[in-house]
């Protein structure tokens, strides 16, 4: 089995958490003097930084929080000058407002680090041809996937998404043997495979794949491995923490958290630390973070945390997989998707009532969301030309703000469901059985 | 008396039963339609009635709990010959007046042809002046 990194791959768990231990301190002592941002926080929650000597006070340390980047949007939780940052990438935010982040060359290298230990660890190597199906730009997933595989030596097909006939001819030309894409990329690969007459094992040399930016269960990869022969290996990041981080290694049982680059606590609903093992909201600390420090952020995704060593050697905790969200964040074609993002494009339309409803569905396991929305008493109008105006108006601002597509559906006033106290409006119907 | 009609326009969505619904109610209301027409959009139908009393009928569907709105339109005699349409359609693009939709009805020698414009006062006013004769509302 080959490493990466050896030598901290496989370090022993005091080691390594001693190793973190120093870094948290080091990190807030660094951001308490840099980010007045952190040090208000601190000083509201009446901590200092020599007041942190073990994990337990760095409990006392006030959390991170989504809400907090909007508000600092874009850049006012940067800690260094722009002449340090060599890169921004922009992902969708909760209510219309992006979150931007800044990397420096060492931020940039930390990240490709961790993709390149992950890669190793299933098995990629610089005989690797990887086809990197994620989307080149500000969303993480390209670029990440591109420089993490170079790292490696792999030869790297940046191809990003879409055009699947011409992702599916040079699979067959060239000498591919690894994709990088969302599940539901994959799947939908394997369909226009089918209609092509294309067998990946036959025609192709393509045999594992990373598979991240959206959630599916266990038998969603057993179908997808049986239908196509690809071996698929989970992947989590986020790009508030630099982008996609964490994969799984040959053993596929749980993500490889990087025990030098991030500290994971797992929290129950009173914010007390979950046995090891129990299933709580991921709280992450970046150790090395330069640009845009995160300490106690609160992701909103819920998993469990395994420190028994794996299989394959290494020691750092392994991260199960993602079963639910804290909040009410939607993940629809690998895209974050908040109601309230849907509630402020349809505050801006005056002849849209407030009542709407949000459907999601996954026929072939692709991704579908629909909108339904009422129309005013005052903007109902027999007007085709007019009603076919305003539904691809709201399509499109929906569209500019989700940066995914939503079919939309003009409903008449009064006729969607009206709910007494807290309301739903998000019908979730996908499966991933 | 006026040569604008107030059409009723009802919306209804787009299920199985619904018009029957709708129907059923217009003959309760005692709602007598003069001109039909249906449309539906990806959204709902929309039946678009010419009734002997708008308002009164517009309350009455109201009350039902019916979605419905007053649309102006206007009516305008043809004479049931070949081009008689092309004449009336061409007053109004010449004026300039863009027709949204349209529906005939005709009976024995006569036919009226009802039409949304997007503006009914100067639709009135150009077609009178070149002598075509209009529906009143007192007629209906």
């Given amino acids: 089995m080959a490493f990466w990194n050896e030598e901290i791959e496989t370090m022993p768990r005091e080691e390594l958490e001693k190793m973190q231990l120093r870094l948290l301190k080091e990190k807030v002592t660094e951001m308490y003097g840099k980010s007045a941002f952190f040090r208000k926080r601190m000083d509201e929650a009446g901590v200092k930084p020599e007041d942190i000597n073990s994990f337990e006070d760095f409990r006392r340390v006030p959390f991170m929080k989504k809400i907090d980047l909007r508000d600092n949007y874009p850049d006012k939780l940067f800690v260094v000058p722009y002449d340090d940052i060599v890169r921004i990438h922009v992902s969708s935010g909760t209510t219309g407002k992006p979150t931007v982040v800044g990397y420096t060359k060492k931020d940039l290298d930390n990240w490709t680090e961790a993709l390149a230990r992950g890669m190793t660890s299933f098995g990629l190597s610089k005989k690797d041809m990887v086809q990197n199906m994620h989307g080149y730009g500000l969303f993480t997933g390209g670029l990440g996937v591109h420089y993490g595989a170079e790292r490696i030596g792999a030869t790297v097909l940046p191809i990003s998404t879409g055009n699947t006939n011409r992702q599916i001819q040079l699979m067959q030309d060239l000498p591919v043997t690894a994709l990088a894409g969302t599940p539901s990329y994959y799947f939908h690969i394997a369909d226009v495979c089918d209609q092509m007459g294309v067998d990946i094992r036959k025609d192709t040399k393509v045999r594992k794949g990373i598979a991240g930016g959206e959630p599916w269960s266990e038998s969603m990869r057993k179908k997808l491995e049986d239908r196509t022969g690809i071996k698929t290996y989970n992947c989590y990041g986020a790009s508030e923490f630099y982008g996609p981080m964490f994969l799984e290694c040959e053993e596929q049982n749980g993500l490889h958290l990087w025990a030098d680059l991030a500290y994971v606590e797992i929290l129950d609903e009173n914010d007390q630390p979950c046995k090891e093992g129990e299933r709580g909201a991921i709280v992450i600390t970046m150790l090395q973070k330069e640009a845009f420090p995160l300490i106690r952020y609160r992701i909103g995704d819920i998993s469990a945390i395994d420190w028994t060593p794996c299989k394959c050697g290494r020691t750092h905790p392994r991260l199960m997989r993602i079963s639910g969200r804290t909040d009410d964040m939607l993940v629809v074609r690998g895209v974050n998707v908040f109601p309230s993002q849907i509630e402020s494009v349809i505050g801006e339309i005056p002849w849209l009532s407030p009542f709407y409803h949000l459907t999601l569905t996954n026929a072939n396991y692709m991704d579908s969301m629909l909108v339904e929305v009422e129309l005013t008493e005052e903007s109902l109008t027999d007007d085709m030309v007019k009603l076919n105006k305003m539904s691809a108006e709201l399509s499109r601002r929906l569209k500019d703000v989700l940066n995914i597509k939503a079919d939309v559906k003009l409903c008449l006033p009064g006729t969607l469901p009206r709910f007494e106290g807290k309301a739903n409006h998000v019908t979730d119907n996908r499966n991933y059985d | ?140």
């Fill in chain 2, 1 to 140: 008396m006026s040569n604008i009609i107030k059409q009723l326009s009802i919306f209804v969505n787009n299920e199985p039963g619904r018009l029957a619904h709708i129907s059923s109610v217009l003959k309760e209301c005692g709602v007598n339609m003069r001109a039909f027409n249906l449309a539906e959009s990806t959204e709902f139908g929309i039946l678009r009635a010419i009734v002997d009393d708008p308002d009164n009928s517009y309350d009455l569907l109201r009350q039902k709990g019916i979605i419905v709105k007053k649309t102006d339109v206007i009516g305008v005699y043809l004479q049931d010959t070949p081009g008689a349409l092309f004449q009336a359609a061409d007053v109004l693009g010449k004026a300039n007046i863009n027709i949204e939709y349209g529906y005939a009805y005709s009976y024995k020698d006569k036919a009226i042809f009802f039409i949304r414009v997007d503006d009914p006062e100067k639709a009135v006013d150009v077609i009178s002046k070149q002598g075509i004769k209009m529906v009143s509302d007192s007629e209906i």
